[in-house]
């Protein structure tokens, strides 16, 4: 079962004249466990319409554009924030909630859930179940009032808007469901790279995901490393690079990655990440957790004793490798 996928070469699953979204989940990527990704294009002056999702939270990163956020959560919570290009955002399973392009050029998102197959409701199709006069009763209405509302056989999914909703200076400060991701500190920053993280401890609201926006220069290299407790899953949004892992049953892997690639690693599953160009690397990288760990070579190799490593490698050279006490992260290359 691959672990790669090209995700940029899939047609749009579901699209519209305002928009469109490519869909990665296990029905077409098998391997994805406890995870998958959507990209969402949406053209200037359209919106996702109002939706929630039943199984799974929502982790997103705005590759492009500008957008409004909008959503209503428990406990009768309400919030209206802007995002841009580099931020990430996150909605809670079961808060319903709608992105509109406010920019002028189309608006592209990537959207990771914390389920393999996530379900959606949109707010057109839930409206279609109701009669009339339910609705009027909902409402204090005659029942003749809702008889405008269209009662549409399919989801409006993305919508036209004629105007853009009005945006007011409250919009424009920081949510609790909002990250500046591009702009944090970086977790680690060296000539081989850099990494920055959304992660629980800087960004209290996420549960059951992070995210990584992690950067390789072409003197750089992920070192051989794998997660305990999470699996992660890749997109690259630019580059070149190539992908080393072992699956459990002995087969080992390895494969190039483009920009608009995906991956997938199981949990502690090993594997190397490298970049091939002179350009660097960029992987927005989800996690299934929402305090990722991982273990790397050079941390964790010299933790066992020279007589164990010499006895199953049949060789003296471990003595000679330099002892680190924590793992590097990104490894400068020689070779």
């Known amino acids: ?67 409004l956020v909008s959503l209503y959560a428990n406990h009768n919570q309400k919030e209206t924030f802007i995002i841009s290009q580099g931020e990430a955002f996150f909605i809670p399973s079961g808060a319903m909630h709608s992105l509109e392009n406010i920019g002028k050029e189309n608006a592209e998102l990537l959207l990771q859930f914390s389920h393999e197959e996530p379900e959606d409701f949109e707010l057109s199709l839930v409206f279609n179940i ?66 920055r993280a959304a992660r629980q ?31 992660e899953l890749g997109y690259v949004a630019s580059g070149k690079g190539k992908m080393s892992l072992l699956s459990s049953s002995g087969k080992a892997e390895s494969y190039e990655m483009n920009a608009g690639d995906l991956y997938f690693i199981p949990k502690a599953y090993p594997h190397h990440i490298e970049n ?28 066992f004793s020279n007589e164990i490593l010499s006895a199953v490698f049949h060789t003296s050279l471990f003595k000679e490798l330099p002892t680190y006490y924590e793992d590097l992260f990104i490894s400068k290359k020689l070779n």
């Open 130 to 195: 109701f009669s009339n006069s339910v609705l009027g009763n909902t409402w204090a209405l005659p029942s003749a009032a809702f008889e405008k509302i269209s009662r549409p056989i399919e989801k409006a999914f993305i919508a036209g808007l004629k105007e853009s909703t009005p945006i007011s200076n409250r919009d424009r400060y920081l949510s609790i469901y909002q990250y500046a991701l591009e702009k944090s500190s970086p977790l680690m920053v060296n000539e081989g790279g850099s990494a």
């Open 1 to 67: 079962m691959s672990h790669h996928l090209p995700f940029s070469q899939i047609a749009p699953q579901d699209k519209s004249e305002h928009g469109y979204r490519i869909r990665a989940s296990k029905s077409n990527f098998p391997i994805l466990q406890g995870t998958s990704l959507y990209k969402l294009v949406l053209y200037p002056k359209s919106a996702r319409e109002p939706h929630w999702h039943a199984n799974a939270d929502e982790l997103g990163y705005c590759l492009k554009g500008e957008l």
């Open 276 to 303: 091939l160009q002179s350009s660097d690397l960029h992987l927005l990288i989800f996690f299934t957790q929402s305090m990722p760990q991982d273990i790397g070579f050079t941390g964790s190799v010299k933790s």
């Open 201 to 231: 401890n800087v960004w209290p609201i996420l549960q059951k995901q992070a995210l990584f926006s992690l950067r390789i220069t072409e003197k750089g290299m992920r070192e051989p490393h794998w997660h305990p407790e999470t699996a």
